[in-house]
């Protein structure tokens, strides 16, 4: 299970360009909490050794009035539910009485506490970081998250302090089934289906084990096929009280997804695709996972509905047309039998081995089909393939001034490849190496 960091200071001490630093996201997942003002984003970092899961909690003043006592709880909320907090301040602006304010309200948390003493960019280093030395915080660092500077350092700083994952076996496989999680917002019918696949008694067992911190893999037994549920919001539904206060955990999501090899995302039929529902989607595709659309209640659409849906879901899921959407009805348990097919598929697509000869052949074809266009005169020389890993499926590309190497020829690349190789229902990573 993927830890959780929180980063936490006053307003416009640089939290959010930090956590864009640190997880490189397209979007950051928002918790939705309605009634409150400033949202805790979420994303995932993986710039050190372990992922852990970066959580911006927006500004905490120090003031506990009026939009400041929202944000105030909202950053509460963010320091319970890590496991390590950033604390951030702004070196040009100093040491500030609301940051002694915001200090004594993290050490309350008992929680590992690393200060990153950010927009040192420019400054003298040592006597900003001398400022902030009163905190007697033993790990304070400077950081200029703007120019990407003692982000790798802080990193660093973070994971000794971080719980070993005790999972980490189960991560990598320690059975024959596919695993699998189910996302979507609240009311998509997450436990609805689960209620489906497993049965009634199956949940009252998994109730039990939702009291604690672990995430719940619950065994699933289709048509002689085995697969794990893993930490589906609908199985934990019941025994959770927390869930009544924030339904649509980001946290467990991310860490779900992080866990499985399948991630089957939940679309209500009836809203279309929301933003949130492409943000999620965009989540499973970063972090390499197989991927299956679920558009459920099916059922409640007549044949108008239908269409205007159809149709927005070719409009908006182009990034993804290799993955596969299926209509059910979690309620009548109609297109079930398809959601399974399409996950057993795009699990073996995303675990397919592929030879180093085979590849390289593969590549000779594409280069000789459509050759990337010429850098300064002359043109990137691409020589052989090998696999470079699978879930997602890496090829792994050597060659000459591959730097120079467009997106669009990438993407010709992995279209070629993902055909030659029918690789339905997962992303394809393609890395460039310069030389032999
Ligand atoms: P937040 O309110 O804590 O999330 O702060 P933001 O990330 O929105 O940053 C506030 C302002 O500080 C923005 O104008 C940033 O461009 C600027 N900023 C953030 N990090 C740095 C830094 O490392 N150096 C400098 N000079 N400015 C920064
Ligand atoms: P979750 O929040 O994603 O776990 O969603 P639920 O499983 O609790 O479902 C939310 C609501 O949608 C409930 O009232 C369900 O009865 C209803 N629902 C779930 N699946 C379907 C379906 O396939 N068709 C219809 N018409 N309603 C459904």
């Known amino acids: 299970m993927l830890p959780v960091v929180a980063l936490v200071g006053r307003p416009n001490v640089g939290k959010s360009t930090l956590f864009n630093a640190l997880t490189r996201s397209r979007d950051a997942l928002v918790a939705d909490l309605p009634g409150v003002t400033r949202d805790r984003h979420y994303g995932v970092c993986r710039l050190g050794a372990r992922p852990?899961?970066?959580?911006?909690?927006?500004?905490?003043?120090?003031?506990?009035?009026?939009?400041?006592?929202?944000?105030?709880?909202?950053?509460?909320?963010?320091?319970?539910?890590?496991?390590?907090?950033?604390?951030?301040?702004?070196?040009?602006?100093?040491?500030?009485?609301?940051?002694?304010?915001?200090?004594?309200?993290?050490?309350?948390?008992?929680?590992?506490?690393?200060?990153?003493?950010?927009?040192?960019?420019?400054?003298?280093?040592?006597?900003?970081?001398?400022?902030?030395?009163?905190?007697?915080?033993?790990?304070?660092?400077?950081?200029?998250?703007?120019?990407?500077?003692?982000?790798?350092?802080?990193?660093?700083?973070?994971?000794?302090?971080?719980?070993?994952?005790?999972?980490?076996?189960?991560?990598?496989?320690?059975?024959?089934?596919?695993?699998?999680?189910?996302?979507?917002?609240?009311n998509a019918g997450k436990s609805t289906l689960v209620n489906r696949l497993l049965g009634e008694d199956r949940l009252v067992v998994s109730d039990v084990a939702g009291t604690t911190r672990d995430p719940i893999r619950v065994p699933l037994e289709r048509d002689g096929r085995r697969y794990t549920l893993i930490d589906t919001a609908g199985v934990r539904r019941k025994a959770r009280v927390e869930e009544a206060l924030e339904k649509f955990s980001v946290i467990k999501t991310l860490q779900s997804m992080a866990a499985a090899q399948v991630v089957v995302v939940m679309v209500d039929a009836r809203e279309n695709l929301a933003d949130q529902d492409l943000t999620l989607i965009g989540h499973a595709v970063d972090e390499g996972r197989a991927l299956v659309i679920a558009v459920n209640k099916w059922d409640g659409l007549d044949a108008y509905q239908r269409e205007q849906c159809q149709r927005a879901l070719e409009r908006r899921l182009q990034f993804v047309e290799w993955a596969k959407v299926v209509f059910i009805s979690a309620l009548h348990g109609s297109g079930l039998r398809e959601l399974m097919r399409a996950i057993v598929r795009a699990h073996a697509a995303a675990t397919r081995t592929l030879g180093s000869a085979d590849l390289t052949r593969t590549l000779e074809k594409a280069y000789e089909n459509y050759q990337p266009p010429l850098v300064r005169g002359?043109?990137?020389k691409l020589r052989f393939a090998h696999p470079g890993g699978s879930n997602p499926p890496t090829i792994v590309i050597h060659g000459s001034r591959t730097k120079h190497i467009a997106p669009a020829y990438r993407r010709y690349l992995e279209g070629f490849f993902r055909q030659r190789y029918k690789l339905e229902g997962t992303p394809i990573r393609i890395e460039f190496r310069e030389g032999e």
């Open 52 to 186: 852990f899961v970066a959580v911006d909690t927006g500004g905490l003043s120090g003031v506990d009035e009026g939009l400041d006592a929202l944000t105030a709880q909202q950053v509460r909320l963010a320091i319970g539910e890590a496991q390590a907090l950033v604390f951030v301040v702004d070196a040009r602006e100093g040491l500030l009485p609301q940051d002694r304010g915001i200090l004594d309200e993290l050490r309350r948390s008992g929680k590992p506490i690393v200060l990153a003493v950010n927009k040192t960019d420019g400054l003298d280093v040592q006597g900003a970081l001398a400022e902030f030395s009163r905190f007697g915080i033993a790990a304070t660092l400077p950081l200029s998250a703007a120019h990407n500077r003692g982000t790798d350092d802080l990193v660093g700083a973070l994971l000794p302090l971080l719980p070993e994952d005790a999972h980490e076996e189960l991560a990598e496989g320690g059975d024959d089934s596919i695993r699998v999680a189910i996302v979507g917002r609240p």
């Open 378 to 380: 002359h043109a990137p």
